[in-house]
């Protein structure tokens, strides 16, 4: 709009016969300026000004985009494509961003840096369900708590056909039982199990390549035999025998964990099956073209069943519980009864045949159980595990009402504001039973009248009334004692003669006469 009106005021002052140095010294607009809209006509200005203008819908994300890349110069725009699904749920193209991170990159000079590229020989798919390649990836990843980095480690599976991705995350290193434990993860993911396993010479694998006759580790050998897998162990410095989960090791480094924050390892467990389903098997793969999540379905049919028995005695694993009181489990909220999280922060997850059972952290005792749930970020509930408050409210408030001295207006009273302040019920229930006790009977009664009359359906108010009636009582009249009436006694005078009156009055004076 501004451009519109710059536009319109050097084509009104070029009418009026101002010249170009004229029209920029008044208008204080830059001659270069000037001199591009002079011999503009209004289409042309529609054309070559606004069209250009018109903005990418990616350019409300721009500053968040030139932050990451500010911030990591080697982020890919895969990367940067990912994290927009996450946060924004983006519909567009990855070329698209691509394109636009580029074009980013071109206009404020930021230069990405590029990670040496190892060559890697092209080998011949195996059929399907035949080979799967493992191999253990080793990243640094900034702890948020500890403020400092730390190592994570995982253990990658790719099906050779299908590609089809997955992992195990330990935040110390694994051992032996942990690789075993972790294949048997796999197996369970992917339902069912390969017939070759392709390995580094590692040693929790092997202990000694013994010229041909390999020595593998007790964990494994039991485990080899147990399953009767075909095993194919790379020699050294032979990386292209297993190139693809390299590949796949570097893409879980490079597009997952790469600029991540790590909170605890089951977070992260959680982040990570989340990017499997979203971006890890879900983006069409560079060399075969194809989605591994949806070749998988089809491979998925060409694996070998593995027995439930076996993850009945090997898949014996542990979560954390949540403060909402549910068990996370592959994508899935699970609850346990309320009040567990007070009493155990962890707990231990068996699967038996299609069901869930959950124990305590020694596996002493059965918390819950639930079928399992084939769909993904689902919530499921048993509804033992729910929280009656209604029938303790009712008991609550039938007890309230007893200690009004009208039990009709009371209940009436207690339930108003339960409909009214049904979030608050408890709290609004403390005060009126704690206002009872302190207040006299006469004082609660009147109180209770007042905030019916009045339609103040709230504790407070009936607690404020209660403390004016309470203070505001009427003088009690003190009774005077009552009077005492003595008996009265008759008394009989006695009687002079009143010559003796006489002569005491007289004195002496009849002695004078004489």
């Given amino acids: 709009m501004e451009r519109w009106i710059m536009y319109c005021k050097i084509q009104s002052m070029r009418s009026e016969g101002f010249t170009q140095r004229q029209v920029a010294k008044i208008t204080r607009i830059n ?6 809209y002079w011999d503009m006509i209004p289409d042309e200005y529609d054309e070559l000004i606004l069209t250009p203008s018109k903005k990418s819908s990616l350019e409300q994300h721009k500053e968040q985009i030139l932050t990451w890349l500010r911030d990591y110069p080697g982020v890919t725009a895969a990367q940067i494509y990912d994290w927009l699904q996450e946060r ?21 000079d930021i230069k ?26 080793i990243t640094s990843v900034f702890d948020v708590y500890n403020r400092k980095y730390k190592k994570l480690y995982c253990i990658g599976f790719v099906l050779s056909n299908s590609r089809h991705k997955y ?100 977070t992260w467990e959680e982040e990570f099956e989340a990017w499997l389903d979203r971006t890890g098997n879900k983006k069409v793969h560079s ?88 769909e993904k970020g689902k919530l499921i509930r048993n509804n033992h595990h729910l929280r009656n408050n209604e029938t303790k409210i009712s008991e609550l408030l039938d007890q309230l009402a007893k200690c009004f001295k009208d039990y009709d207006k009371g209940r009436y009273f207690l339930e108003e504001i339960r409909r009214h302040k049904s979030r608050y019920i408890r ?17 609660a009664s009147k109180a209770l009248d007042y905030c019916l009359v009045n339609e103040l359906i709230s504790a407070v108010d009936f607690r404020d009334a209660a403390s004016y009636f309470e203070s505001n009582k009427p003088e009690e009249v003190i009774p005077l004692p009552p009077t005492i009436v003595k008996p009265v006694i008759q008394y009989t005078a006695q009687k002079r003669d009143i010559d003796e009156y006489t002569k005491k009055l007289l004195g002496g004076k009849d002695k004078w006469l004489n």
Wanted: charged letters at 35%.
């Fill in 88 to 108: 924004y749920q983006i519909t567009l193209t990855e070329g698209s961003i691509r394109k636009y991170v580029k074009k980013l990159r071109i206009e404020y």
């Fill in 287 to 374: 060399i075969t073209k194809k989605i591994p999540a949806e070749v998988f379905e089809i491979e998925r049919k060409y694996l070998t069943p593995v027995p439930k028995t076996k993850f009945s005695l090997n898949q014996i694993i542990t979560r954390a519980i949540r403060k909402d009181n549910t068990v996370l489990y592959e994508g899935n909220r699970y609850t346990v009864p309320l009040g567990t999280f007070n009493k155990n922060k962890e707990v231990s997850i068996e699967i038996k045949e299609n069901e869930l059972h959950i124990y305590d952290l020694f596996g002493d005792v059965l918390i819950a159980s639930h079928e399992l749930c084939k």
């Fill in 427 to 443: 709290d609004q229930y403390k005060i009126i039973e704690k206002t009872l006790n302190e207040y006299s009977q006469e004082a």
């Fill in 112 to 137: 990405e840096k590029e990670d040496k590229l190892r060559d890697y020989q092209s080998v011949e798919d195996p059929p399907m369900g035949y080979q799967m390649q493992v191999d253990i990836g």
């Fill in 167 to 266: 992992g195990v995350w330990f935040d110390r290193p694994p051992k032996a039982q942990d690789m075993v434990q972790a294949i048997y993860y796999c197996f369970e993911w992917m339902g069912g199990k390969p017939k070759e396993l392709v390995f580094d010479q590692d040693r929790l694998i092997a202990v000694d390549e013994n010229y041909g006759d390999i020595i593998y580790t007790k964990e494994f050998e039991k485990f080899r035999q147990e399953e009767k897998l075909k095993i194919y162990l790379c020699r050294k410095g032979d990386p292209e025998s297993k190139g693809r989960v390299e590949a796949v090791v570097k893409f879980f480094k490079g597009n997952f964990t790469k600029y991540r924050q790590f909170i605890d390892i089951r």
């Fill in 31 to 36: 001659r270069n300026t000037v001199r591009k």
